[in-house]
């Protein structure tokens, strides 16, 4: 078992940045390959970035590459999804997860969830 508890969501301007954290207890982090999520009212949830489980590599959706910064660290069992030069439509609920195995992209990869974390970007 996993638990996840996300944090740092909150209200932003547009351009503002805001860093989201994920605190893993429970199995060892350092074996599964992380990521964040999103959703929003009324949308499905959405794949945002993922991180392998050494770190070196990562992956991002189009919407977020350069604004986006996911990373890990595992020591601290957290990981991290830096986001800057916020936007009106990245308002959502930001939800970490873990996957076991599967197309990182799917929500069906991931086993465990945190509870989400809201951030709002006002325009």
């Known amino acids: 078992q996993v638990q996840l508890v996300e944090s740092g969501g909150g209200l932003v301007q547009a351009g503002g940045s805001l860093r989201l954290s994920c605190v893993a207890s429970?199995?060892?982090?350092?074996?599964?390959?992380m990521g964040w999520f999103r959703q929003a009212p009324g949308k499905e949830r959405e794949f945002v970035a993922a991180?392998?489980?050494?770190?070196?590599?990562?992956w991002y959706t189009d919407s977020v590459k350069g604004r986006f910064t996911i990373s890990r660290d595992n020591a601290k069992k957290t990981f991290y999804l830096e986001m800057n030069s916020l936007k009106f439509e990245d308002t959502a609920v930001y939800y970490c997860?873990?996957?076991?195995?599967?197309?990182?992209?799917?929500?069906?990869?991931?086993?465990?969830w945190g509870q989400g974390t809201q951030v709002t970007v006002s325009s």
């Open positions: 997860a873990v996957s076991l195995s599967g197309d990182i992209f799917a929500t069906t990869s991931y086993s465990y």
């Open positions: 991180i392998s489980r050494s770190g070196a590599t990562t």
């Open positions: 429970g199995r060892t982090l350092s074996i599964y390959t």
